[in-house]
């Protein structure tokens, strides 16, 4: 059983930065991939990026390439998002998953979710 508890949202102006934070209960945290979907108002769950449990693999929506950074610190059990240059479409609820295995951009097979944390940016 892993429980994810996301922080770290908020509003802020379009370039600015937020950093997205998600603490993982359970064990062996090393072993579970780890990512972040968004929803916007009206739209469908996208995905935006993912770390492996080791921390060498990551993927990126294109999207978001070169202006969010995913990840991790398995000694605090907590995933983060970094997210810099930030514009109005990134107005979303940002969640957290977590996966034994490999986080697919489907978000298929996703057994765990946080409860997410919401992300405004203004123009």
């Known amino acids: 059983q892993v429980q994810l508890v996301e922080s770290g949202g908020g509003s802020v102006q379009a370039g600015g930065s937020l950093r997205l934070s998600c603490a993982a209960s359970?064990?062996?945290?090393?072993?579970?991939?780890m990512g972040w979907f968004r929803q916007a108002p009206g739209k469908d769950r996208d995905f935006v990026a993912a770390i492996s449990g080791s921390g060498k693999s990551t993927n990126y929506a294109d999207s978001v390439k070169g202006r969010f950074t995913i990840s991790r610190d398995n000694a605090k059990n907590t995933v983060y998002l970094q997210m810099n240059s930030l514009k109005p479409e990134d107005t979303a609820e940002y969640y957290c998953?977590?996966?034994?295995?490999?986080?697919?951009?489907?978000?298929?097979?996703?057994?765990?979710w946080g409860q997410g944390t919401q992300v405004t940016v203004a123009s």
């Open positions: 998953a977590a996966r034994y295995g490999v986080i697919a951009t489907t978000g298929a097979d996703i057994r765990y």
């Open positions: 359970g064990r062996a945290f090393i072993n579970v991939a």
